[in-house]
């Protein structure tokens, strides 16, 4: 099955911007999803598709893809946007399954 | 507004079974692929079963074949999760999620639960 990998963590300056990525081989088929999560919390999804936010989400966060890396990038982060984020996308070995990437948990500073 | 509401969790025995409930509301139930996804103490999301909107299709995460299986009953807008021959390693929030919805070649899960917690130990 395909594996998705981010980087474990990463840290931002409060206003500055930053881009967490995930890489694996069924990004070259399908396009990632990304889901932030706070302590205690259920996971929310920020970034869909090409680069689709759900309703409510901020226009700070938007996404790209290119080969086999998507990136989620958030432009201005704010102290609230301290949280984990995991990145999904569909198994492109041929089963119909789903994998989620390790997970990056982002510090605002 | 969306709702997705779990229960079922509890402590068991290694060995034992549990059966987890999702309860949906907001939505016309019957029109999404419905998915388990699960989360280990500290540890990142994994996917666990999706069902397609009639029940025809199910899909499981290897780790849980032949012992779970996800149901679904869309004149109660119920998601189930029956699980059997319960493992330490199951031990996990379980979330009841809507999707995965298609966009193009994307796939994405829209709406989550707040989780309900398994707990395997003796």
């Known amino acids: 099955s395909s594996e998705l990998t981010q980087d474990p963590a990463v840290s931002v300056a409060l206003g500055q911007t930053v881009r967490i990525t995930c890489q694996g081989d069924?990004?070259?088929?399908?396009?990632a999803s990304w889901y932030q999560q706070k302590p205690g919390q259920a996971p929310v999804l920020v970034i869909y598709g090409k680069n689709n936010r759900p309703s409510g989400i901020p226009d700070r966060f938007s996404g790209s893809s290119s080969g086999n890396t998507a990136s989620l990038t958030i432009t201005g982060a704010q102290a609230e946007d301290e949280a984990d984020y995991y990145c999904?996308?569909?198994?492109?070995?041929?089963?119909?399954?789903?994998?989620f990437g390790g997970g990056t948990k982002l510090t605002v500073l | 507004e969306v709702q997705l509401v779990e229960s079922g969790g509890g402590l068991v025995q290694p060995g034992g079974s549990l059966r987890l409930s999702c309860a949906a509301s907001?939505?016309?139930?019957?029109?999404?692929?419905m998915s388990w996804v699960r989360q280990a103490p500290g540890k990142g999301l994994e996917w666990v079963a999706n069902i397609k909107q009639d029940g025809s299709e199910k899909y499981y995460v290897d780790s849980v074949k032949g012992r779970f299986t996800i149901s679904r009953d869309n004149a109660k807008n119920s998601l189930y999760l029956q699980m059997n021959s319960l493992r330490a390693e199951d031990t996990a929030v379980y979330y009841c999620?809507?999707?995965?919805?298609?966009?193009?070649?994307?796939?994405?899960?829209?709406?989550w639960g707040q989780g309900t917690l398994v707990t395997v130990s003796s």
């Open positions: 999620a809507r999707g995965p919805y298609q966009l193009l070649v994307g796939y994405y899960f829209d709406y």
């Open positions: 999904n996308s569909r198994d492109s070995s041929g089963n119909l399954n789903w994998v």
């Open positions: 069924s990004l070259r088929s399908y396009y």
């Open positions: 907001g939505f016309t139930f019957s029109s999404y692929w």
